[in-house]
């Protein structure tokens, strides 16, 4: 009888110079196994470069399909950063069955300064169950944003339980 095979995992780092990445097993009990790890450049013109040159270079080494990852985790290094040092354009941020007071919490609402925020109704349960999504207060909203942010994140409650609303 064959063992069955661990579950696969894939992890990516973009940092402001390398992007990382590896991939690694359960095998081998609580800390698992690295079975290939590399860096690319990251080209901050197009971040996708970057992340696939990592990408591939671990898959290449590791011989392994990409079906076969069970998870991917995508970190960025490079954005948390522009964070921390007050650089990039002004983004809106869409919230997702959030509240103002959601926002508040943890001193979001002071970090974000005066970069807006759209609130929308909606969301998912903990166990991944939909509430209506309103997304008129988004569409009320887009025309005055359009000019005045160079982008937009959206998160969403429960979103690592259905992604569907993001």
């Not at 069955?4 to 110079?17: A, E, N, R, S, Y």
């Not at 197009?46 to 399909?65: N, P, Y």
């Not at 300064?113 to 509430?131: E, I, K, Q, S």
């Amino acid at each position: 009888m064959t063992a069955k095979p661990h579950p696969l995992f894939l992890g990516i780092d973009t940092g402001g110079t390398y992007t990382d990445a590896v991939l690694w097993s359960e095998e081998g009990g609580p800390k698992g196994k690295v079975l290939a790890k590399a860096k690319s450049l990251t080209t901050r013109h197009d971040l996708a470069v970057g992340i696939s040159g990592a990408v591939d270079a671990v898959l290449q080494q590791s011989a392994t399909d990409p079906a076969a990852i069970k998870l991917v985790s995508m970190s960025t290094t490079l954005a948390t950063n522009a964070l921390v040092e007050g650089q990039g354009g002004r983004v809106a941020l869409v919230m997702i069955g959030f509240s103002e007071a959601d926002l508040a919490r943890d001193g979001l609402k002071t970090a974000l300064g005066t970069d807006p925020v759209v609130f929308c109704p909606g969301g998912h349960d903990v166990h991944g169950n939909a509430a209506r999504l309103d997304l008129s207060g988004l569409e009320a909203a887009l025309p005055e944003l359009g000019g005045a942010v160079s982008g937009f994140a959206v998160c969403a409650y429960f979103a690592t339980r259905n992604p569907a609303h993001e």
